[in-house]
């Protein structure tokens, strides 16, 4: 069954440790998107690849990093976590074709608390 | 960049009522996407609007997209506690408008 994948679900972790978030997916997508989104608020695009080698920043500035060596994984690192990283991060898929619906696909995502 | 107003923040409703979320955007859109995010999950597409004035159901939920494409809403018949959650709008952005920009979201709490 295609499907998106992230790990860990929960992650409790102490400032300045190095952290990378896991997103992998089964659906062939070629476009994925990483969202910051504190509780009850709204979603914020900080990363996006639209295919091997590409990612580029999203509106929201994130010290995180990423990187798409392969079209179904899409890490998201922090090589320093503070406690203002503390938040849930969503990971989703878009289609390459356009098709009817241009929907995009959400992972269950990683709620990270930085002690 | 593209922004998009979502109004209300929250609703609170007794159960079997009505609810209404609403999203209006200053420029014409090519079309408008709605997501419902349960209490602790992810969001789930719902529904993409593209017509000038459609309106789509989904057994008690009704979209409709205005006639100038610039403004969408939800509408919920009789509500049941399983409608709990946040719904977001969302609308095309970036090059080639391959990501979303999110409305900040309605939070609906239904009383049983």
């Known amino acids: 069954e295609a499907d998106i994948y992230q790990t860990p679900r929960y992650l409790v972790i102490g400032t300045g440790k190095k952290i990378t978030l896991e997103c992998s997916q089964t659906m062939g997508h070629d476009k994925m998107y990483w969202y910051q989104q504190d509780p009850g608020m709204e979603l914020h695009l900080i990363h996006y690849s639209y295919g091997v080698n590409s990612t580029e920043k999203g509106d929201l500035s994130s010290e995180s990093t990423v990187s798409r060596i392969r079209t179904e994984h899409f890490p998201l690192t922090l090589e320093s976590a503070r406690p203002s990283h503390t938040s849930q991060y969503l990971c989703a898929t878009k289609s390459k074709t356009s098709g009817i619906y241009n929907e995009q696909f959400f992972g269950p995502g990683t709620r990270l608390t930085v002690l | 960049g593209q922004q998009v107003m979502q109004i209300p923040q929250y609703q609170h409703v007794q159960e079997g009522e009505d609810f209404t979320t609403y999203c209006n955007s200053s420029?014409?859109?090519?079309?408008i996407q709605w997501y419902k995010q349960r209490p602790g999950g992810h969001p789930v597409f719902l529904i993409q609007?593209?017509?000038?004035?459609e309106v789509k159901k989904q057994k008690r939920l009704t979209f409709q997209f205005g006639e100038a494409k610039k403004n969408s809403s939800l509408h919920i018949t009789a509500t049941q506690t399983t409608d709990v959650g946040t719904y977001f709008c969302a609308v095309p952005s970036g090059a080639g408008s391959y990501q979303l920009t999110f409305g900040k979201g309605t939070k609906l709490s239904v009383i049983p």
């Open positions: 609007l593209v017509k000038s004035g």
């Open positions: 420029t014409t859109l090519s079309n």
